[in-house]
């Protein structure tokens, strides 16, 4: 059983950045692919970013490709989402994921057995 906590979402002016982050509690990130998804209101989650647990495959929305980043640190059981050049498009509420998985990480939703509680970014015009 893994834990996820998220912190660091908040308000950003449009072009402000933000880094979001996910500490895992309960055994090591070793062997679990990450994920960060969003869901803005009346919208369906969507995939944001993703990472193999060795950090060798990464994969970006393309909405927000060269803007925002993914990383890990397998020693402190976290993961990162660094987001810059932010746009009001960019609100939602921003969850990390986790699943056993060894290789390519997942980009659906369903391919992830473990979540966060979310974190609220809001990013004014």
């Known amino acids: 059983q893994v834990q996820l906590v998220e912190s660091g979402g908040g308000l950003v002016q449009a072009g402000g950045s933000l880094r979001l982050s996910c500490a895992a509690s309960?055994?090591?990130?070793?062997?679990?692919?990450t994920g960060w998804f969003r869901q803005a209101p009346g919208k369906e989650r969507e995939f944001v970013a993703a990472?193999?647990?060795?950090?060798?495959?990464?994969y970006v929305a393309a909405s927000v490709k060269g803007r925002f980043t993914i990383s890990r640190d397998n020693a402190k059981n976290t993961v990162s989402l660094q987001m810059n050049s932010l746009k009001p498009e960019d609100t939602a509420v921003y969850y990390c994921?986790?699943?056993?998985?060894?290789?390519?990480?997942?980009?659906?939703?369903?391919?992830?057995?473990?979540w966060g509680q979310g974190t609220q970014v809001t990013v004014s015009s």
């Open positions: 994921a986790a699943d056993l998985r060894l290789g390519v990480p997942g980009i659906k939703p369903n391919e992830y057995e473990y």
């Open positions: 990472l193999s647990w060795t950090g060798g495959s990464t």
């Open positions: 309960g055994r090591t990130f070793v062997g679990y692919a």
